[in-house]
């Protein structure tokens, strides 16, 4: 028995991410993000970790023993650009969610699911766009997370204190076009030099990462006013930007091009809670 809330047109339908670490919310979503809270939809993120082992971009900036303390603030300054205050932290170590209990991830996702009750979440798809460990526990977590929430019966000591059982609508991967993968390390290539998403953290062949187009539903194209609050968002990771990087490199014009459409994977049943019309254009749509 699952208990589902219905959302009519009048309601305002609630956007959460679940994601691994700091940044992994502003390149997947930031611009859904922004869309969303500028047309009144409470947003939330849930970060697993605080990143704790990733690069530091600029010695000025971190040290590795408080890299994690910094890393929480530039998330929360990451969100504050879209418009979100309600940021979360499952407080795992960077790089080692996946040695975690998985029945704890799972019943810590789920709290914030009924406390929440968001009615559409996005996180990483199953292979975690190019393997990352973390990612895909993320994943793992999450999806098992969306059934035991709207189980009665499941973690009944959250029940106990008032959470009720919640039924989120749609569950979204966020998808990175593998055949723009293929075209980006050919251009690399031409270029002299390779393209490795994740690069040492990538454990799957490069022709399984990303998404195959044939599996994209959901194009999120921004506005100028949505993609200048996702470009906010992704540069308050400054720890995660090196002065050399693609990203710094880059004009604002191959930045838009590059970042101004949001690409993500709608699930059917039973993940999501129907099976809403595809192809689509917003997160809320059929809502």
């Known amino acids: 028995m699952e208990t589902t809330e219905p959302t009519g047109p009048n309601s305002t339908a609630r956007l959460m991410g679940i994601w691994a670490h700091p940044d992994d919310e502003s390149f997947g979503m930031a611009g859904s993000m922004a869309q969303a809270t500028m047309t009144g939809h409470p947003v939330a993120i849930v970060c697993a970790t605080r990143g704790e082992e990733g690069e530091i971009a600029d010695p000025a900036l971190a040290t590795p023993e408080n ?34 209990d998985p029945d704890e991830v799972v019943r810590k996702v789920v709290y914030h699911l009924r406390r929440f009750r968001p009615d559409v979440i996005v996180t990483f798809a199953a292979n975690g766009g190019y393997g990352h460990p973390d990612h895909m526990a993320v994943h793992h977590a999450t999806v098992a997370a969306v059934a035991a929430a709207s189980d009665p019966t499941a973690f009944a000591e959250q029940l106990q204190a008032g959470l009720r059982p919640h039924r989120v609508r749609k569950v979204y991967y966020n998808a990175f076009i593998r055949e723009r993968m293929i075209e980006m390390r050919e251009e690399a290539r031409k270029a002299g030099h390779d393209f490795i998403p994740g690069g040492n953290a990538a454990t ?3 022709e399984e990462m990303g998404t195959p187009m044939a599996e994209v539903t959901t194009f999120v194209k921004l506005t100028d006013a949505e993609f200048e609050k996702k470009r906010a968002s992704m540069l308050a990771h400054a720890t995660q930007l090196p002065a050399d990087g693609p990203f710094a490199s880059a004009t604002p014009e191959q930045m838009r091009q590059f970042m101004g459409t949001e690409v993500f994977q709608l699930t059917r049943p039973p993940i999501s809670a129907a099976d809403y019309p595809r192809p689509e254009n917003d997160l809320f749509a059929g809502l």
């Open 67 to 100: 890299l994690g303390e910094v890393r929480e603030g530039e998330l929360r300054r990451a969100c504050a650009a879209v418009g979100v205050t309600d940021v979360s932290f499952l407080d795992y170590r960077d790089g080692h969610l996946s040695e975690a």
């Open 204 to 206: 799957i062949p490069f």
